[in-house]
């Protein structure tokens, strides 16, 4: 993602958003996944490294390069992976829809939260299907902001959502992309593409989504583009301190709330 495009910002209450959002939702990105030792990764967008540690534990003997176009999150990558020990990961700075990355070197590549960002995905997954190895595979995971209902509904609610799909469309990118995976992937020259969705659902039945995925998900996800709604002139302090407590409404009781994700794959 090209950094002045990240509505989120580069803070660092936004990379422990990524890590939180990343343990939180690990069974549910990276169910029936199996690469077997010696497989080549290539991580598409690593962040801070969120994704990254999850990968280097649950497939120890695999090769994993992974890229990112901010030098800020590559630093944070490799220290967080180091912190843990893992030796298994290479890092190297590269902007997904230009960067010439080793043609067909990799045997699976994994892209996560990253489509959303970029102004050209149909360039980058193009881009990524020519570093893939002819019967390599993908996964490509992504959310879908306008996918979210939640109880009790309210416009002050939908509004600060709809302000982070409008800033990230102002910027390039897509905040409503998990729908598109299927044509985007097609597209791009891979074949035997499969999407299902990944949904979250949280009401006081199950708590400890309330605080793990409403508060520090959901809800951290879209406060952090407070600042950038107000620069855009799309929102105020008084209409967004409204929003965001409507959206704090649905950890009540008597509140729910919905989001998905969407998961796809694909071979060359």
Not at 117 to 145: F, K, M, Q, W, Y
Request: with cysteine.
């Amino acid at each position: 993602m090209t950094k002045h495009q990240y509505v989120h910002g580069y803070g660092k209450d936004d990379s422990e958003r990524l890590v939180k959002q990343s343990e939180a939702l690990e069974e549910i990105l990276h169910a029936d996944e199996d690469f077997p030792a010696g497989t080549q990764i290539l991580e598409a967008g690593c962040g801070v490294g969120a994704q990254t540690v999850i990968l280097a534990r649950r497939f120890p003997g695999s090769d994993i390069l992974s890229v990112d176009i901010s030098e800020t999150y590559l630093a944070q990558a490799e220290e967080r992976v180091k912190s843990f020990g893992y030796t298994n990961v290479t890092f190297r700075h590269a902007d997904l829809a230009t960067t010439d990355l080793p043609p067909e070197s990799a045997d699976h590549i994994f892209v996560c939260f990253v489509l959303e960002h970029i102004p050209e995905p149909e360039a980058a997954l193009a881009n990524l299907c020519r570093a893939l190895r002819p019967g390599g595979s993908v996964t490509v995971i992504e959310g879908d902001h306008g996918s979210a209902i939640f109880h009790p509904e309210s416009p002050d609610a939908r509004h600060v959502v709809d302000c982070l799909i409008e800033l990230q469309q102002r910027g390039g990118g897509d905040g409503n992309i998990g729908r598109r995976l299927y044509p985007l992937l097609t597209a791009a020259g891979f074949s035997e593409v499969s999407v299902t969705p990944a949904p979250v659902y949280v009401d006081a039945g199950h708590p400890e989504l309330v605080e793990g995925f409403t508060e520090k998900i959901f809800i951290a996800m879209v406060e952090a583009s407070r600042e950038a709604a107000f620069r855009a002139g799309i929102s105020d302090s008084v209409r967004w301190d409204a929003g965001i407590a409507a959206l704090r409404r649905t950890k009540e009781p008597d509140g729910t709330l919905y989001y998905s994700f969407f998961k796809a794959t694909a071979v060359k």
